[in-house]
């Protein structure tokens, strides 16, 4: 879905993680896509709503640089603003610049950290929708997705950018992996539409009606 007709916002709204890969890729405006980029970090903060019709502008800078275990590191930072300048969506990404990605995707050769999350569940059946007094730890009803070549392929804009890692065989195989992999954000976009939806069937009991 990628947007609500109706919201408690005062209009229609753009479905949250609507522009995240447009926040990722700001810097393809000025920059051409690393050849052998790899993500191990990506995190969006969602600050408000984004109306449909709005012009939103996206502004992204690198922030850090850095050299972990060998290996050159650098972080983007991006924002979307509407035409008043608020803070409509931020973006922070670290990346690992010039890497095999098969010798880092699979194995895992650090220990666990401690700071691990593990989540606790109170043995509740899952729910479809927020309510008031949920019981800590009851679960969200699951909504299963089987990812098409194709789907990973329009989300890693082929056709827009250099052959990458996600949208093309060749690539995938000369960086040392079996076959493509569906970008972080995509996964991520998919957890934002479990979240939205999982309050959004609350909250719709609410709006009001025409008439």
Known sequence: ??????????????????????????????????????????????????PMGETVTITGRFTDK???????????????????????????????????????????????PDDKIVPETNNAKPIDKAAAGIAPGTPIMSTPKTLSQEQISVY??????????????EAARKYGLENTIAQGLQTAGYCSELCTDFFWRFLVHYLPTEG
């Open 1 to 50: 879905m990628a947007f609500f007709n109706t919201s408690p916002f005062g209009g229609p709204i753009a479905h949250a993680a609507l522009l995240a890969n447009d926040l990722m890729t700001v810097y393809y405006t000025h920059m051409t896509a690393p050849q052998a980029g790899l993500h191990t970090t990506n995190e969006l903060f969602f600050h408000a709503p984004v």
């Open 156 to 169: 890693a804009c082929v056709g827009e950018h250099e052959r990458n890692l996600h949208n093309d065989i």
């Open 66 to 112: 850095y050299v972990r275990r060998d290996n050159g590191y650098v972080v983007l930072e991006a924002e979307a603003g509407d035409r008043q300048g608020n803070l409509l969506i931020s973006y922070r990404h670290v990346e690992i610049m010039r890497i095999q990605a098969g010798s880092v995707i699979g194995p895992s050769s650090a220990p666990p």
